[in-house]
Antibody, heavy 121, light 106 residues
Framework: EVQLVESGGDWRQPGRSLRVSCVAS????????MHWVRQVPGKGLEWVSG????????AYADSVKGRFTVSRDNANNSLYLEMNSLRAEDTAIYFC??????????????WGQGTLVTVSS | EIVLTQSPGTLSLSPGERATLSCRAS??????LAWYQQRPGQAPRLLVS???TRATGIPDRYSGSGSGTDFTLTISRLEPEDLAVYYC????????FGGGTKVEIK
């Protein structure tokens, strides 16, 4: 059974940093691209970032480019999102999401339950 | 950036009725379009990929159609469990989501 378990969500003041993590199981993690998608509670979905299977290609939404960094550790089946210079508008549930394929960006066949990041003073 | 516009914003129907959800892209995405269902309090779930291919375990009440810029998700006979928000997603050029359609059951 595929499982994606996020952790690390917390409260931060604007301008501070936070790292959220995702541990995957039930599939060959190192063969698939992975993504972060966020959702303000009660609002729609926003793709944040993606990383290919071998970390050769990383991409970001314009809203987080230059502030967020995605990375992965295939040996430990883990995905990370380092968030710097946090803003109030980064407040959201962050979902770890599995891509259907290893390279480029495709549709998402498995989602974690999400971790809540709150940014406020 | 490719913008996806979903309509209507809310659909209120009775059990057994047909629901028709629309997703329109600001430029052609060929058939690189997926649909997701998000039930209250849950993570999204993949319903359809490639505009019309149902994901594993999805009932045949759900069907997707369209190509280019205009797409439709049809739920042929609504059941109470279909109460959810439905999102379309394009993966032709990066990734973007539509704003969602909320399906209410009368």
């Amino acid at each position: 059974e595929v499982q994606l378990v996020e952790s690390g969500g917390d409260w931060r003041q604007p301008g501070r940093s936070l790292r959220v993590s995702c541990v995957a199981s039930g599939f060959n993690f190192g063969s698939y691209a992975m993504h972060w998608v966020r959702q303000v509670p009660g609002k729609g979905l926003e793709w944040v970032s993606g990383i290919t299977w071998n970390s050769d290609n990383k991409a970001y939404a314009d809203s987080v480019k230059g502030r967020f960094t995605v990375s992965r550790d295939n040996a430990n089946n883990s995905l990370y999102l380092e968030m710097n210079s946090l803003r109030a508008e980064d407040t959201a549930i962050y979902f770890c999401v599995k891509d259907q394929f290893g390279s480029a960006w495709n549709y998402f066949d498995y989602w974690g339950q999400g971790t809540l990041v709150t940014v406020s003073s | 950036e490719i913008v996806l516009t979903q309509s209507p914003g809310t659909l209120s129907l009775s059990p057994g009725e047909r629901a028709t959800l629309s997703c329109r892209a600001s430029q052609s995405v060929s058939r690189y379009l997926a649909w997701y269902q998000q039930r209250p309090g849950q993570a999204p779930r993949l319903l359809v990929s490639g505009a019309s291919t149902r994901a594993t375990g999805i009932p045949d009440r759900y069907s997707g159609s369209g190509s280019g810029t205009d797409f439709t998700l049809t739920i042929s006979r609504l059941e109470p469990e279909d109460l959810a928000v439905y999102y379309c997603q394009q993966y032709s050029n990066s990734v973007t989501f539509g704003g969602g359609t909320k399906v209410e059951i009368k």
